[in-house]
């Protein structure tokens, strides 16, 4: 478990929470899942909880203190849902009362199946039989005896559907009536009706034990074909599992001292294998050939290439040398490595992506929530209309109708009762008001298929994310994919993002001071720096310095160049930054400022429009212009250029394809991001220049507002595209935050989506996965409601005075088993994606 504490201004009223996963069984359709999420809401303690049908877990945001979650997941079981605490290390508690790995468990309920599915298939073979004797004139004796498929139907209930019957039985009795409830229900009253015209005979009703044999086959085979199914969505999650490392080589930080490439190969007597979750941080690994690496860390000594498409997608093995960091999970090809770890556990990125997407799973699309309100109360409204449908029927339907009791309907040919055969020809009989009745209420309850609403989203969901994640891209919840598909403007953070971030000094120009006068041009633009000049290098001795005390990819420029040129940095002091405008501090005495014009201004230096004029021209061919003022004049200026991305353009043109708005926001002067933009072919009127990154998330907020002046939609939907370092706030205030995997823990905290591979055409791969999976999820519903809301009108007889047609129970059964398999089904053809 992993606490998370809340922080507020008044800690005492906020409590402290920690957020737990139970694994929970029983779960059969969508009401079961509501039922669920109600028990565990109404428990104390509980703020939030989030149930999921396809993965079987429950993630819970618990206070602290209030309710032990140990005693959650008793109360859980106790409702009829086996449950169990999950650990950080993915163990599980209550070890000693049985409980079993959930992969275990979904094994054992697939073989339990297979075992069930046997049996009734081979009953549901006897019975067709049967029924294929008598229209074809076959003489099967036994098949024949009324008493042997009475004896088939009880066989039938009493082991296939026996865990039915009674799951059924006890939910009803909880309160919380599911799928089981319907099913053992209309078999129940099936079985039963048949019975009676079997022992009582004067009262003319017809027997018809095939059919609740025939409803718990093919109730049986669509649940097989469903778990089977399932098991396949869960499969790309399992894979992503299935890459953490078990066990780790530790070996003695002395063994490679040497540095030469033996010392890879330790003494044996050296080498101590313990689980990879024991690692310690700073601790020494042996990785060979064929291993995975099972941490986080920094090559040491060797030398080696890996793969590293569990986390980009890419095929292609990477070299990796000394001071080259590794990540757990990536597999180790050529050579012995020994490495120090820097991450271990669940700080891993691997771990960090496994536990995004399975907590992906519990963020629910809001398309969805109409789906959990009905299934909430899908199965009472079932009985309702059941009982409806019985009521109508016995005491108007047939009496308006009579014509449909005395001559069978199309479906009910082959239900004729054995008893009234002549010759093994079926002959049309009188149908009792009572028994045609009972049938078409039956019917109702079989057909419904809540288990296909609680599916429908879960399940394209799980296959979507895991599919992502294989490809480097981390989706993280339903509610994502949504706003993704309602998208019509996305936002580029220019530098870092659009860029490379690795500017270079390009331009170094010296002001000279003059009288009467703020400075004018010392020395011309020297392209492609070093400056020669002595005053050049100072200048640039002294920006570096100022620079020293920040990380922002001009600083790093600056000081690169100073290094390049072998400069002694001078010592500074009293540092001092000012995001998106500029730095200083104290430098041999001496006030130093660098920034752009707002940071001179704001120091009370002017300006003059000579100097501007230069930084406007050096600003026009896409530079970065930074000014230098020392004790309060303007002594030079910087010019730093940081080339495009080999795929932005690309990139940008594929979404412009798509129908998206571009913008590109920048902090730099309106000059240079105008730049950029004409090398990306975007509109003047789509570029934001000029404004620091504690304003992006202002200028987010008036795109979705309507509030900018706009050539297109008034109001936008809007997705920001930053790197996640100083752009988190943008990310965050976005509908949908789209993050370059930087390498930094703030870029997977603040994105809706993090791009592993820290490329941009995964923009437009997350885009268009996105919105395939959430069409997948929007034809899923679309099924399992329109299946309903035409099956149980069909079951109800809606068509049976008009047309004659009516769906038998055994009917009915089979297509509530299609419905499921086919949302399933419908799912696994995301894999289509995977593969373009």
């Not at 008044?10 to 957020?19: A, D, R």
Request: hydrophobic share 45%; proline share 5%; glycine share 8%.
């Amino acid at each position: 478990m992993q606490l998370v504490p809340k922080t507020n201004l008044s800690s005492e009223l906020t409590p402290i929470t920690e957020k737990i996963i139970l694994d929970v069984g029983g779960m059969k359709c969508g009401g079961c899942v509501k039922a669920v999420e109600r028990q565990l809401a109404q428990s104390p303690g509980v703020k939030s909880a989030s149930v999921n049908l396809a993965t079987e877990i429950a993630v819970v945001e618990l206070e602290v203190g209030v309710m032990d979650a140990d005693a959650l997941a008793q109360q859980l079981t106790s409702a009829g849902f086996p449950s169990q605490l999950r650990q950080a290390s993915g163990k599980f508690t209550d070890e000693n009362q049985g409980n079993t790995d959930p992969a275990e468990r979904q094994r054992q309920e697939i073989q339990s199946a297979r075992r069930q599915l046997i049996i009734a298939a081979l009953l549901l073979v006897l019975s067709t039989i049967g029924h294929l004797g008598n229209i074809g004139g076959i003489v099967l004796p036994v098949l024949h005896n009324i008493w042997f498929h009475c004896g088939l139907a009880t066989v039938a209930l009493l082991i296939p559907g026996r865990s039915i019957l009674i799951d059924g039985w006890v939910s009803w009795r909880r309160n919380t009536p599911n799928m089981n409830t319907l099913v053992g229900l209309g078999t129940l009253i099936a079985y039963t009706a048949s019975l009676v015209a079997l022992l009582f005979p004067q009262l003319g009703w017809e027997c018809f034990f095939d059919e609740p044999v025939m409803m718990l086959g093919f109730i049986l085979l669509g649940r097989t074909l469903e778990k089977q199914a399932r098991g396949r969505v869960t499969a790309a999650f399992k894979n992503l599992l299935d890459l953490q490392p078990q066990v780790a080589r530790l070996i003695a930080k002395g063994a490679v001292e040497t540095g030469d490439r033996a010392s890879v190969q330790p003494a044996m007597s050296e080498i101590i294998e313990i689980p990879a979750e024991q690692v310690r941080v700073g601790e020494w690994l042996q990785v060979l050939p064929g291993d995975k690496i099972p941490v986080d860390g920094v090559v040491i000594d060797g030398q080696t290439t890996v793969d590293e498409s569990m986390l980009t997608g890419e095929a292609v093995p990477v070299l990796k040398q000394k001071q080259d960091t590794v990540t757990a999970g990536t597999l180790n090809q050529s050579g012995a490595i020994a490495i120090e770890a820097t991450r271990t556990g669940s700080d891993t990125t691997l771990a960090q992506i496994v536990a995004l997407v399975e907590a992906a799973q519990t963020r629910k699309a809001p398309v969805q929530k109409l789906a959990d309100t009905v299934a909430g109360y899908f199965t009472y409204g079932v009985l309702a209309t059941a009982v409806l449908t019985f009521l109508f029927w016995y005491f108007i339907g047939t009496h308006v109708w009579q014509d449909v009791t005395i001559s069978p309907s199309m479906d009910m040919v082959d239900m004729v009762d054995m008893a009234h055969h002549s010759g093994g020809v079926a002959v049309p009989i009188y149908h009792s008001p009572l028994l045609i009745s009972l049938k078409l209420a039956i019917a109702v309850m079989v057909v419904s298929c809540p288990c296909a609403l609680g599916l429908a989203t879960p399940t394209a969901l799980l296959m979507g994310t895991a599919i992502a994640a294989e490809r480097g891209l981390l989706i993280k919840g339903g509610d994502v994919l949504e706003k993704v598909h309602q998208m019509n403007t996305i936002v580029f953070d220019k530098t870092g993002t659009l860029t490379t971030g690795n500017p270079t000094v390009t331009d170094c120009v010296v002001l000279e001071r003059r009288q009467g006068g703020q400075g004018e041009l010392f020395n011309k633009s020297l392209p492609n720096a070093p400056c020669p000049m002595p005053n050049a290098q100072y200048l640039l001795q002294l920006a570096a310095a100022v620079e020293s005390g920040t990380c922002h990819p001009l600083a790093n420029a600056i000081r690169n160049q100073a290094q390049q040129q072998e400069l002694v940095i001078p010592a500074a002091t009293d540092f001092h930054t000012e995001a998106g405008l500029g730095v200083s501090a104290v430098v041999e005495g001496n006030l130093v400022l660098l920034g752009n014009w707002d940071w001179l201004s704001w120091h009370g230096i002017a300006v003059d429009e000579d100097v501007r004029k230069q930084a406007q021209t050096l600003a026009e061919n896409g530079k970065t212009v930074v000014a230098v003022a020392i004790s309060g004049i303007v002594t030079g200026l910087i010019a730093i250029q940081d080339t495009l991305r080999p795929d932005a353009k690309a990139a940008v043109d594929k979404l412009r394809q798509m129908g998206l708005r571009v913008m590109l926001l920048s902090g730099d002067t309106p000059a240079a991001a105008i730049a950029i933009a004409n090398q990306l072919g975007l509109e003047t009127v789509d570029v934001m220049a000029g404004v620091p990154p504690a304003k992006k998330a202002n200028v987010i907020q008036s795109l979705q507002n309507g509030e900018m002046e706009t050539a297109a939609n008034p109001k936008s939907v809007v997705a920001m595209v930053g790197d996640g370092i100083n752009d988190a706030p943008a990310l965050s205030q976005a509908d949908i935050g789209i993050a370059l995997h930087t390498g930094t823990d703030v870029a997977i905290e603040t994105a809706d989506i993090v791009l592993m591979r820290n490329c941009l055409t995964d923009v437009v791969e997350s885009i268009q996965l996105s919105r395939v999976t959430f069409n997948k999820i929007r034809q899923n519903l679309f099924w399992a409601f329109a299946y309903n809301t035409l099956g149980i009108p069909l079951a109800a007889g809606v068509l049976l005075p008009s047309l004659h047609f009516v769906l038998s129970p055994a009917s009915a059964a089979a297509l509530m088993a299609f419905s499921s398999v086919s949302v399933v089904t419908n799912s696994l053809l995301l894999r289509r994606f995977a593969h373009r």
